[in-house]
């Protein structure tokens, strides 16, 4: 189906816009026949700089979001949206609010305050040099100090998952299983509950790898795209999971976030 | 100063509970002194299963934030926040409605859309498999291949923030740079405004690197951490930067959010 409409979506924010514009792909994704263009201006701190964006705003005729705190550009821009017509969306704001009214606190209308350097984010800076150190079972002891080591054979994502859950702020170590690695002794070791294990689909793996094949300009019909070298991966896996006794996910029709999320509650809920 | 106000904030998703997620953690940056705790309960779908949680917001009083985008669910939780005087944000059905409005075109309504594995997907998930190949230098050919390279001395963040760009969907390589070192001719053949040079100041990387040799369990006065060799360090890689005629950014009090968005943002401008 070819897209029909054309759609400009701006986002305008005293900081990067990463949460507007977070919002803005989960709400189009449920609009795959309409094209549109999402523009982001970050940064803006100054009236002028948003009158300037507001203009834009006007001509294009967009759909407007912002994550402003500070009180006095919440006012500029709702009341130039509202004068010219514009769809304006508050993203944040909503919620500050709620919890003013909840906790008689008020807030500090501090632009960026999400990205302040604290103890937090150089845990999560900390987690994601830890999974890049720990890939790829490049180092066993990587599995004693993880909060969650992930195991699966060729093609599972556990690279991207490692570093998707690191940047929220989990230390992940990973490795890959092949019938021929030897399984290192300090994977024994861990704790059942930090291990999980990810298995496939044959024929999606399969898939994966002659595509894989083809991307390097190789033969996709070889040993390692082949379904008896995948269901012999599987079955060494599968046989290594019952033995750990740990959770075991099947990622073929899971995004790395679904499988992170599933990760994340059953730890919680431990 | 000691958080005085204990708040319950649960985030309802007929799916991962990301976006919800990040509208948390920016709305709560600007009340640093409320402690809070965050609930997630994902993959949300039956009508059973949203009452169960429900009842819990209600014995917590919490506030409550939700993404779905099934009209029942979405009245059901409606119906029951309001008449149990819940705080209830519904995060993306306000813009949903204005694109609805806008473009005539009605939302599919389907939960998970917004982790579809579609091509989008795998050329993050390529994406970032290619900023840990190439991280830290480890093959020059990857310049070749990148969108953004970035250049900066120890402690510079390189690698969470190739990460965290990766994420978005660029390929990232790094190369760390020391006096030492000798720069791979590949990097003269890269195109200039996808080079980044990070720099950072002479007495923030000493702490930095200070910190890391005690956490290491090393002796904090080591060349490493001087501030003659820091000086050094930086004095070559400001003067490496002037020769290729790239963007530098100081990172000293940027997070890898701000220091990216700064990076995507000069490259989109271009």
Redesign the interface.
């Known amino acids: 189906m070819s897209k029909t ?1 054309s ?1 400009t979506i701006m986002v305008l924010s005293d ?5 507007a514009g ?13 094209a ?1 263009e999402m523009k ?1 201006f ?2 803006i701190q100054e009236e002028d700089q948003l009158y300037t964006v507001l203009e834009k705003a006007n001509n294009f005729k967009a ?1 407007v ?1 912002h ?1 402003f ?1 500070d009180t006095l550009l919440v006012e500029i821009i709702e009341t130039y949206c509202s004068e010219h017509g514009i ?1 304006c ?1 508050d ?6 609010r ?2 003013t ?5 008020m ?4 632009p ?6 604290d103890a937090k ?1 150089f845990d ?2 900390s987690a ?2 830890f ?2 150190k720990y ?1 790829d079972g490049k180092d066993p002891k990587g599995f004693l100090e993880a909060d969650i080591v992930i195991l699966g054979i060729s093609r599972t ?1 556990k ?2 998952l490692s ?2 859950m ?2 929220q702020g989990y230390k992940v170590a990973n490795l890959p299983l092949m019938p021929e690695s030897r399984i290192p002794d300090e994977l024994w070791k861990v704790d059942t509950k930090r291990l999980v294990g990810l298995t496939n689909e044959e024929e999606m793996l399969s898939n994966i790898r002659r595509e894989r094949m083809i991307s390097y300009g190789m033969d996709p019909e070889t040993a390692y795209s082949s379904k008896e070298r995948i269901r012999r991966e599987i079955e060494f896996a599968e046989d290594l999971y019952k033995k750990l006794n740990c959770q075991i996910i099947n990622v073929s ?6 499988t ?3 990760i ?2 059953s730890l ?1 809920n431990d």
């Open positions: 409409h759609l900081s990067v816009g990463g949460t977070n919002v803005v792909s989960a709400a189009m994704a449920q609009f795959p026949d309409v549109y982001n970050p940064f759909i979001l994550t705190v769809a969306i993203v944040i704001n909503p919620l500050i709620e919890v009214a909840k906790t008689n606190t807030p500090q209308h501090k960026g305050a999400n990205h302040k350097l984010y999560r800076i994601l040099e999974a890049v890939d994502s690279t991207p570093i998707y690191a940047n029709s899971k995004s790395i976030e679904e992170s999320a599933i994340i509650d919680n």
